[in-house]
């Protein structure tokens, strides 16, 4: 489960950034939104100005505001951290949890049973991806 667990959540952060990078036009990557440009047809604009998101009824103010927020920037800067978590928080041998049978690891960071909580919890997200297994949620 430990190899699993850690590489479910690489697949799905290279999904992240793969897509961030596709939408990154031109070099543009920081968007916002362009409320007093709705009328004229959009409502979301990267950084040169260009659209991103149209409005043609869809989509509404807040929608439009929400996907400004999580430009492609934003999104590559929270796979990087999310990336940086996960090497700090990767299995090593646990001599104190090895039986006949059975050799436990445990979280180099935390120090618990691994995969730890903070896997389990940067993992939760991607709750429905298909892939994901019910075994991985994190302690309540």
């Not at 869809?58 to 090497?87: F, T, Y």
Request: glycine content about 6%.
């Amino acid at each position: 489960m430990t190899a699993d667990l850690a590489g479910f959540l690489r697949a799905r952060l290279d999904d992240d950034a793969e897509k961030a990078h596709a939408a990154i036009c031109d070099g543009a990557a920081r968007w916002h939104t362009e409320l007093d440009r709705v009328v004229d047809g959009y409502a979301v604009a990267d950084e040169h100005g260009q659209p991103v998101a149209y409005n043609e009824g869809s989509p509404s103010i807040g929608q439009a505001a929400h996907i400004a927020e999580h430009d492609p920037r934003r999104v590559l800067a929270e796979v990087d951290a999310k990336q940086r978590i996960m090497k700090r928080h990767f299995p090593r041998r646990a001599p104190n949890w090895d039986y006949p049978g059975h050799i436990g690891y445990e979280c180099a960071q935390c120090a618990t049973e691994h995969p730890c909580q903070t896997l389990r919890l940067l993992a939760l997200p991607f709750a429905a991806h298909p892939d994901y297994r019910p075994e991985w949620a994190p302690d309540a």
